[in-house]
C-alpha cells in the first residue's frame, strides 16, 4: 500500500534524490537544535552512564549477584576455553580469590568472610564457574579487557562496559518511547521512574540481566509503538520499519542467557494479545514480519545449539520437586518483591520495602485500571505467566543452586508489563491535558484556538468542568509516584555503600574509601538532579497553551485505519 509520503514515485521506484536531501535537512536542524530529540537521548544516557558507572565504583569487587562466576566464565570465554565440557577452567588467581557466597549469605558478619584480593597476580589456577551454560554473546561485548588488564582496573573496566552497554540500550528504549506523539513523553517519564535501584544495579556489575533487560526494554517499547502504528492505520511503511528495527534487539535479548527464548516468546505473546487478531493478519502480510520471525527462530536455533554443546553442568540432586518450589516461592513473595530495590544481601530499612513495593504495584494497578479490554487481557495474561516464569527460572539453576528464585529473574516479563501500564496511564494523561487545554481555549474565547464542541474526547462547553480533574489528578499522581521514587533511591543510597564497605572497615561512613565515597556523593547529586528534571517535564506540559500541530488543532487523536480497523489505543 501507497502512501501520501511514500519515498517511491507512482511507479514504485525509490526516490533516492529525494530521501537524500530530506534526511540531510533533518540532520541540520537536528544539528542545529531544531530537533530536541537527540538532545535529550544524549541527556539521558549521559546521566544514566553516569549513575550507573557511580553504582559500578560503590559496589565492592564481586559483590554482584553471582559476579565472581560470571568473571570466571567470561575469562574463559574470551580466552577460548568455552564451550565446556565441565564447571572447571583456568582463570587468574585474583579472579578466584574470596568467597562472596559467604559475604551475601552473612551480611550481619562479614568478617568472617574471605574477601578478594585483586592484587594476588595473574598466576593460573583451577577453579569452577556456575555460570559455564551461559551463552558466550555477552561476555564477548564485555570482558575482553580482561586480556589487557589485570587487578582492579580489569574489574572496573568490565564493570563499565557492561553499564554502558546497558545504558545504551536504556536509553534506546525511552528515546523510542518518547517519540509516540503526544503521550509518548509523559509514558518515558513514568517508565524512568520505575527504573528502580536493583535495575541499575544489574547494569553496574558484570551479569548477563543487563543485556537481557536491555533488550527486553527496547523490544516493549518497539512493541508498543508497533500497536500506535496499527492504531493509526495510516502508514503501513511505519510499521514495517518499527519490525524491522525489533528483529536485532529480539534476537540480542534470546542469546543473552539461558532463559533468553522463554521470555522472548511470553511477552511476545503478551503484546499479541493486546495487538489482537486484526493486526496480526495484517502484519503478517508483510515481508518484514516473517524476517522478524525467521530472525528470532535461527536465534533460538543457535541457543539450542548452544545448550546442546554447553553441557558442562551434570544434575547431581535429582529433579525439582515443582509444587514444593512454587510453594516455598509463594511463602517467600513478600521477600521477593521487595527485592526490586535491592537483592537479598541488601539490608534496607522496612518503610522504603514497603514503599517501594506500593510504587512497583500501583503502577501495573493503574495501568490495569485505566487500559483497554484487549489490554487488560495482556496483562492479566502476564500475571498469570508469572508463577510459570518461577518454575522455569529455577529449574534452569536447580542442579547448581537447589530451590533458588528472586524477582530480578523474572524482570523481563515485569517491565514489559510496566511499560503497557505506563503507555496505558500516559495516554489517559494526555487525554485529560489536551481537553483541559481545549476547555481553557473555549474559555478564553479565542476563536484561533477554540476547537468544535463536536470533536472526540466529548469536550464541550456543556461538560467541560467534568474534565478538567482527570488532568490534575494525572500530574498529581505523576509527581506523588516520582517522590516516591525518589525516597526510595535515597534510602537505597544510604544502605547500599554501607552494606558494600563500611561494614567490611569496622562499621562508619569514614570507613568508605576516598573513591566509593566520591562515587556515592555524586550518585546522590545525579539522581536528584534526575527527579528534577522529570518533575520539571510534568510541569512543562502544563505551561504549554494552544494548539501546536494537527492533533490539538481538532484532528482525531487515533484516526481510524485507513480500512477502518477498530482503534485499538482509542479504547485504553
Same mark, same amino acid.
Given at each position: 500500500?501507497?502512501?501520501?509520503?511514500?519515498?517511491?514515485?507512482?511507479?514504485?521506484?525509490?526516490?533516492?534524490?529525494?530521501?537524500?536531501?530530506?534526511?540531510?535537512?533533518?540532520?541540520?536542524?537536528?544539528?542545529?537544535?531544531?530537533?530536541?530529540?537527540?538532545?535529550?537521548?544524549?541527556?539521558?544516557?549521559?546521566?544514566?552512564?553516569?549513575?550507573?558507572?557511580?553504582?559500578?565504583?560503590?559496589?565492592?569487587?564481586?559483590?554482584?549477584?553471582?559476579?565472581?562466576?560470571?568473571?570466571?566464565?567470561?575469562?574463559?570465554?574470551?580466552?577460548?576455553?568455552?564451550?565446556?565440557?565441565?564447571?572447571?577452567?583456568?582463570?587468574?588467581?585474583?579472579?578466584?580469590?574470596?568467597?562472596?557466597?559467604?559475604?551475601?549469605?552473612?551480611?550481619?558478619?562479614?568478617?568472617?568472610?574471605?574477601?578478594?584480593?585483586?592484587?594476588?597476580?595473574?598466576?593460573?589456577?583451577?577453579?569452577?564457574?556456575?555460570?559455564?551454560?551461559?551463552?558466550?554473546?555477552?561476555?564477548?561485548?564485555?570482558?575482553?579487557?580482561?586480556?589487557?588488564?589485570?587487578?582492579?582496573?580489569?574489574?572496573?573496566?568490565?564493570?563499565?562496559?557492561?553499564?554502558?552497554?546497558?545504558?545504551?540500550?536504556?536509553?534506546?528504549?525511552?528515546?523510542?518511547?518518547?517519540?509516540?506523539?503526544?503521550?509518548?513523553?509523559?509514558?518515558?517519564?513514568?517508565?524512568?521512574?520505575?527504573?528502580?535501584?536493583?535495575?541499575?544495579?544489574?547494569?553496574?556489575?558484570?551479569?548477563?540481566?543487563?543485556?537481557?533487560?536491555?533488550?527486553?526494554?527496547?523490544?516493549?517499547?518497539?512493541?508498543?509503538?508497533?500497536?500506535?502504528?496499527?492504531?493509526?492505520?495510516?502508514?503501513?511503511?511505519?510499521?514495517?520499519?518499527?519490525?524491522?528495527?525489533?528483529?536485532?534487539?529480539?534476537?540480542?535479548?534470546?542469546?543473552?542467557?539461558?532463559?533468553?527464548?522463554?521470555?522472548?516468546?511470553?511477552?511476545?505473546?503478551?503484546?499479541?494479545?493486546?495487538?489482537?487478531?486484526?493486526?496480526?493478519?495484517?502484519?503478517?502480510?508483510?515481508?518484514?514480519?516473517?524476517?522478524?520471525?525467521?530472525?528470532?527462530?535461527?536465534?533460538?536455533?543457535?541457543?539450542?545449539?548452544?545448550?546442546?554443546?554447553?553441557?558442562?553442568?551434570?544434575?547431581?540432586?535429582?529433579?525439582?520437586?515443582?509444587?514444593?518450589?512454587?510453594?516455598?516461592?509463594?511463602?517467600?513473595?513478600?521477600?521477593?518483591?521487595?527485592?526490586?530495590?535491592?537483592?537479598?544481601?541488601?539490608?534496607?530499612?522496612?518503610?522504603?520495602?514497603?514503599?517501594?513495593?506500593?510504587?512497583?504495584?500501583?503502577?501495573?494497578?493503574?495501568?490495569?485500571?485505566?487500559?483497554?479490554?484487549?489490554?487488560?487481557?495482556?496483562?492479566?495474561?502476564?500475571?498469570?505467566?508469572?508463577?510459570?516464569?518461577?518454575?522455569?527460572?529455577?529449574?534452569?539453576?536447580?542442579?547448581?543452586?537447589?530451590?533458588?528464585?528472586?524477582?530480578?529473574?523474572?524482570?523481563?516479563?515485569?517491565?514489559?508489563?510496566?511499560?503497557?501500564?505506563?503507555?496505558?496511564?500516559?495516554?489517559?494523561?494526555?487525554?485529560?491535558?489536551?481537553? =483541559?487545554?481545549?476547555?481553557?481555549?473555549?474559555?478564553?474565547?479565542?476563536?484561533?484556538?477554540?476547537?468544535?464542541?463536536?470533536?472526540?474526547?466529548?469536550?464541550?462547553?456543556?461538560?467541560?468542568?467534568?474534565?478538567?480533574?482527570?488532568?490534575?489528578?494525572?500530574?498529581?499522581?505523576?509527581?506523588?509516584?516520582?517522590?516516591?521514587?525518589?525516597?526510595?533511591?535515597?534510602?537505597?543510597?544510604?544502605?547500599?555503600?554501607?552494606?558494600?564497605?563500611?561494614?567490611?572497615?569496622?562499621?562508619?561512613?569514614?570507613?568508605?574509601?576516598?573513591?566509593?565515597?566520591?562515587?556515592?556523593?555524586?550518585?546522590?547529586?545525579?539522581?536528584?538532579?534526575?527527579?528534577?528534571?522529570?518533575?520539571?517535564?510534568?510541569?512543562?506540559?502544563?505551561?504549554?497553551?494552544?494548539?501546536?500541530?494537527?492533533? =490539538?488543532?481538532?484532528?482525531?487523536?487515533?484516526?481510524?485505519?485507513?480500512?477502518?480497523?477498530?482503534?485499538?489505543?482509542?479504547?485504553?
Amino acid at each position: 500500500m501507497l502512501i501520501a509520503d511514500s519515498p517511491r514515485d507512482r511507479w514504485g521506484n525509490v526516490k533516492w534524490e529525494a530521501m537524500r536531501k530530506s534526511r540531510k535537512l533533518a540532520l541540520k536542524r537536528g544539528a542545529s537544535g531544531g530537533d530536541p530529540r537527540w538532545r535529550r537521548n544524549l541527556w539521558t544516557f549521559a546521566l544514566l552512564a553516569a549513575l550507573t558507572s557511580c553504582l559500578s565504583v560503590v559496589a565492592f569487587p564481586f559483590a554482584g549477584p553471582d559476579e565472581q562466576a560470571h568473571f570466571l566464565y567470561g575469562y574463559a570465554v574470551v580466552t577460548g576455553q568455552s564451550p565446556m565440557e565441565s564447571d572447571g577452567l583456568s582463570a587468574p588467581r585474583y579472579l578466584a580469590t574470596g568467597d562472596m557466597a559467604c559475604w551475601n549469605d552473612h551480611p550481619e558478619n562479614p568478617a568472617v568472610c574471605d574477601l578478594p584480593d585483586l592484587n594476588s597476580g595473574t598466576t593460573l589456577v583451577e577453579t569452577v564457574t556456575t555460570a559455564a551454560n551461559y551463552p558466550p554473546l555477552y561476555y564477548i561485548l564485555t570482558c575482553w579487557p580482561l586480556l589487557i588488564a589485570s587487578g582492579a582496573p580489569a574489574i572496573y573496566c568490565v564493570r563499565i562496559l557492561s553499564a554502558i552497554l546497558f545504558c545504551a540500550l536504556i536509553t534506546c528504549a525511552l528515546g523510542n518511547l518518547a517519540r509516540i506523539h503526544p503521550w509518548g513523553p509523559r509514558a518515558a517519564t513514568l517508565l524512568c521512574a520505575t527504573l528502580f535501584p536493583t535495575v541499575l544495579s544489574l547494569g553496574s556489575v558484570l551479569n548477563p540481566q543487563a543485556l537481557e533487560l536491555g533488550c527486553a526494554l527496547v523490544y516493549s517499547v518497539l512493541f508498543v509503538r508497533l500497536i500506535h502504528i496499527y492504531a493509526q492505520g495510516t502508514r503501513l511503511g511505519d510499521a514495517r520499519r518499527a519490525l524491522i528495527v525489533m528483529a536485532p534487539f529480539l534476537v540480542l535479548w534470546i542469546l543473552s542467557r539461558p532463559v533468553g527464548p522463554f521470555w522472548a516468546i511470553i511477552v511476545s505473546v503478551i503484546f499479541c494479545l493486546w495487538l489482537g487478531v486484526g493486526g496480526l493478519k495484517r502484519l503478517s502480510l508483510t515481508r518484514e514480519f516473517w524476517i522478524l520471525l525467521g530472525s528470532a527462530t535461527l536465534a533460538c536455533l543457535i541457543w539450542l545449539l548452544w545448550r546442546w554443546v554447553a553441557q558442562a553442568t551434570i544434575p547431581v540432586s535429582g529433579s525439582p520437586d515443582y509444587l514444593a518450589l512454587f510453594g516455598d516461592s509463594l511463602s517467600h513473595l513478600q521477600l521477593h518483591l521487595s527485592s526490586i530495590l535491592a537483592w537479598a544481601s541488601i539490608p534496607i530499612p522496612a518503610w522504603a520495602r514497603y514503599l517501594a513495593e506500593i510504587t512497583f504495584l500501583g503502577a501495573l494497578v493503574c495501568g490495569f485500571l485505566l487500559g483497554s479490554l484487549r489490554l487488560k487481557l495482556a496483562l492479566a495474561a502476564g500475571i498469570a505467566a508469572f508463577p510459570l516464569s518461577i518454575v522455569v527460572a529455577t529449574g534452569q539453576v536447580y542442579a547448581e543452586a537447589g530451590y533458588m528464585w528472586q524477582m530480578r529473574y523474572s524482570f523481563p516479563l515485569v517491565f514489559a508489563l510496566l511499560v503497557a501500564s505506563c503507555a496505558s496511564v500516559a495516554e489517559r494523561w494526555a487525554r485529560a491535558e489536551l481537553a =483541559e487545554r481545549r476547555a481553557d481555549a473555549e474559555r478564553r474565547g479565542n476563536d484561533k484556538q477554540a476547537v468544535s464542541p463536536a470533536i472526540v474526547d466529548g469536550v464541550s462547553a456543556a461538560n467541560k468542568p467534568s474534565r478538567l480533574w482527570p488532568a490534575v489528578l494525572g500530574r498529581g499522581l505523576a509527581i506523588i509516584y516520582l517522590v516516591a521514587s525518589y525516597a526510595v533511591w535515597l534510602s537505597f543510597l544510604w544502605s547500599f555503600p554501607q552494606r558494600m564497605w563500611a561494614q567490611l572497615e569496622g562499621g562508619g561512613w569514614s570507613g568508605l574509601p576516598l573513591g566509593p565515597r566520591f562515587a556515592v556523593f555524586a550518585a546522590f547529586g545525579i539522581v536528584t538532579a534526575s527527579f528534577v528534571l522529570l518533575l520539571a517535564d510534568i510541569s512543562r506540559g502544563r505551561r504549554r497553551r494552544g494548539p501546536r500541530n494537527q492533533l =490539538e488543532q481538532g484532528a482525531a487523536p487515533w484516526p481510524r485505519g485507513a480500512r477502518g480497523e477498530r482503534n485499538i489505543l482509542a479504547e485504553m
